[in-house]
């Protein structure tokens, strides 16, 4: 027998009967404008959460909660996400404006931030950074929203 016919089948047959055909709904790829829309969402929502004495609970638990959390805005982008370690603030928070764009981003321990503390304009434009140490600010710099850094806060939240 010859070995290319039999080669030929092996390899046209499964592209006949699995090529042919259309796809189901289920299959469909997602348009890429929607897919941008959606956040990917880990964690509880932090309405599902209740902050008793400084400490933040599931509702309904008397367990401090330990975990990602999230928070939307009404048009449904993500309004900032953080962990939590014992029902406290614990690791990396991020925040986003409402247009999509980073509005913060820090690091928290023991309920306090750490290192440094980044704020974004919502046009981008970075707006501020801050060093923290023991909960203490060390430094800052600050940036109006062209870019251009200023010597104060007041100044840099100025439009």
């Not at 990602?68 to 982008?77: P, R």
Request: aromatic residues 10%; hydrophobic residues 30%; contains cysteine.
């Amino acid at each position: 027998m010859n070995p290319v016919p039999l080669f030929l089948i092996i390899v046209t047959l499964p592209l006949l009967l699995g090529g042919c055909g259309e796809k189901s709904v289920n299959e469909v790829e997602p348009e890429e404008s929607v897919a941008e829309t959606k956040p990917e969402l880990k964690g509880v929502n932090q309405d599902e959460l209740e902050q008793r004495e400084s400490i933040w609970y599931l509702k309904g638990s008397e367990t401090p909660y330990t975990g990602k959390a999230f928070k939307l805005y009404e048009n449904g982008q993500k309004k900032h996400e953080g962990n939590f370690k014992d029902g406290k603030p614990d690791g990396l928070f991020v925040g986003w404006h409402e247009n999509g764009q980073k509005k913060d981003e820090v690091n928290i321990k023991d309920g306090y931030g750490v290192g440094l503390w980044t704020k974004w304009h919502e046009n981008g434009q970075k707006w501020m950074e801050e060093r923290y140490m023991d909960g203490e600010s060390i430094s800052a710099k600050f940036w109006n929203s062209k870019g251009e850094p200023v010597d104060t806060f007041e100044e840099a939240e100025a439009e």
